[in-house]
């Protein structure tokens, strides 16, 4: 029983360490002279603006931010609340309320990846100026690492849903 909830922690703790680093770390899209993320762009890795309200589609990145963030909080109070359940529930009951709260992180970090899957071809286009370069670029790891963050945090959801408590 140790075991696997110590599987259960570790795996639910690199769910948030990969919905950290894909929040804040810039390189959603990546290319030889340049990078981008949700949060500025950077051109010869020196010259970086930051995303802000003066470009077109910005409330687009707007939404994938907060999601972003939302995704990470709500994966950060599901793990406080597994542990606080650990110690309040009786025996046989479920982890439903964890299970909700992780599998709402999940539907946040899907859209999130979704938005932007969808909409970053728009926002590169109408923002020439910002990204000039961008047009030879590709998905960076960041990127990658939110659609894994989904999946560990739909597994992990499903997890608590079925987990009960032993003693």
Known sequence: ????????????????????????????????????????????????????DSIQEFSTVQAVQATMILSTILCCIAFLIFVLQLFRLKQGERFVLTSIIQLMSCLCVMIAASIYTDRHEDIHKNNSRLYALTSDGSYGYSFILAWVAFAFTFISGLMYLILRKRK
């Open 1 to 52: 029983m140790l075991v696997l909830l110590a599987f259960i922690i570790i795996f639910h703790i690199t769910s948030a360490a990969l919905l950290f680093i894909a929040t804040i770390d810039n390189a959603w899209w990546v290319g030889e002279e340049f990078f981008a993320d949700i949060w500025r762009v950077c051109v010869n890795n020196t010259n970086c603006t930051e995303i802000d």
